[in-house]
């Protein structure tokens, strides 16, 4: 088993975003934050044809594959398989709150059986492979400190390392997901509180974390942050990380050699999977950058009729006229 238990800068598994095709890029921008998959379905895992195309592991590493399910074997399953695809964790999912995942019994709702996350986390564990989870403080709309540390004494039964905390309840009836994001408040205090009294697990921050200093300033006081929307709408502020969370002695800059490097890699996934999804990520390139409207446009328009080598000549000819805003 892999015993690297840096998690110091952590971007954040988000369903429809961090795909094998952001992940590239958050490769690219950031040779040593921590890196997610979206959340997969245990089930969809197992027998997806299209499984190659989901978990893809292009060299991402280190990066963790998220599940969501409850079912002991499945689970099993699924470890065996992040492990064949060369993760460094398998993550399991205790803190969705979305209608069709408590549907399927996993995510949030799991917080109600401390025992059941307990085996499941158990059985993950049994392909030697770090297995790690990331759950809520609590559910429903009143905060309970009790409640969350009798949940944590739990899960600690095992020899788990690594807690990733999305630090606000989840209300499992009447808030969407989206919702769930930002009500009800975040309280820090509780990760700070459970992580004193197990000071060996490295227990990871999440939620509401909107800039680089604040997750520089948060970094002294837990053992790692998440960032979860930050890096989704800015994907490009990952330059940073290595140098100011890292201490390395390189910089990052976004120029055309990140381009091409982008492009290579989905070159070759054209036809395989939407140009929607391929592009997305490199989009956020526009980021604050005003006047980029013509290209925006132009790139949608090409994006059409599937122009890609013309979408790529186009990012070059931005990045190169707007490279001291870039960086
Ligand atoms: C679009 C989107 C999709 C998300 N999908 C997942 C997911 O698949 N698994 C998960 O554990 N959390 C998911 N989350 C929650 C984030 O991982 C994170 O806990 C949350 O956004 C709070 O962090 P932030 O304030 O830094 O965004 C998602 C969040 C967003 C915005």
Partial sequence: MKENY???FCVAPMM????????????????KSFLFTEMIACKSLIYSKKKDLIIENDNHNP???????????????????????NYDEINLNVGCPSKAVQKG??????????????????????????????????LGQKLNYDFFEEFIDEISKIEIKIIYIHARN???????PSQNRSVPKLDYSFVKRIRSKYPQINFV?????????????LINEFDGVMLGRLIQNNPFILKKVDRLFYDTDYDISVNEEIISK?????????NKDSIYRLMSPLLQIFFGIPNSKNFKLKIHEHMQSGRVKVIRDLLLS?????????N
């Fill in 16 to 31: 429809g975003y961090t795909t094998p095709y952001a992940r590239k890029l958050y490769r690219i921008l950031s040779k």
């Fill in 205 to 217: 921050l999440n939620g509401g974390i909107d800039s680089l200093e604040m997750a520089y300033k």
């Fill in 170 to 176: 989840a209300i499992l009836n009447g808030f969407s």
């Fill in 63 to 85: 990066v963790a594959l998220q599940v969501g399910g409850s079912d002991i074997e499945d689970l099993k399953k699924c470890s065996q398989i992040a492990r064949d695809y």
């Fill in 318 to 326: 931005f990045v190169e006229k707007n490279k001291l805003l870039l």
């Fill in 6 to 8: 840096d998690r110091r």
């Fill in 262 to 270: 982008y492009f290579d890699y989905i070159n070759k996934k054209i």
């Fill in 105 to 138: 019994s996993f995510g949030a709702c799991l917080m109600k059986d401390k025992v059941l996350v307990r085996n499941c986390l158990e059985s993950m564990q049994s392909s030697n492979i770090i297995t790690t989870m990331k759950c809520r403080i609590g």
